[in-house]
């Protein structure tokens, strides 16, 4: 029995070694891609991609780029906390909305309990992007 259990010791040892050099080669491969669909057309455009496309279009650094979203960002951010409504032009408006208390269920154990009253924030799209969508 302890012949097997080297036996099989040995073969998963030698299992993750060949599929090392597999597994480290796919990532690779896989962040080449990754890193050009940040700058065009991914699924989601972050905050680094939106970084990126500042700074070329208005011919920043990518450090002068960084502070003037993070400061656009930090105004828009202390505007909501504030109950203001933010309009951005051809994009939309935040506005803070008030939600009512309400009861919901527990999913599970459907327990009723109070859901507290509350803020959340709300977006609705400017109508030039809504029919260009």
């Known amino acids: 029995m302890s012949g097997m259990t080297k036996a099989t010791k040995k073969a ?22 990754k890193a050009e669909s940040t700058t065009e057309g991914a699924d989601k ?40 409504t933010v309009g951005l032009p051809g ?9 009512a208390a309400r009861q919901g269920v527990r999913p599970g154990t459907a327990e009723k309990i109070q859901i507290p009253a509350g803020k959340k924030v709300g977006f609705k799209v400017a109508l030039d992007l809504k029919k260009a969508l």
Do not use: C, Y
Request: proline fraction near 7%; glycine fraction near 8%; charged fraction near 20%.
């Open 12 to 33: 998963p040892a030698k299992t993750p070694a060949k599929a090392t050099p597999a597994k480290a080669a796919a990532p690779k491969a896989a962040k080449a891609p």
């Open 45 to 84: 455009l972050g905050k680094t991609g939106l970084i990126d496309h500042l700074s070329g279009q208005v011919n920043l650094t990518r450090a002068e780029a960084t502070s003037v979203v993070d400061a656009v960002l930090e105004v828009v951010v202390e505007a909501l906390k504030a109950g203001k």
């Open 91 to 99: 994009l939309g408006t935040l506005n803070v909305r008030a939600t």
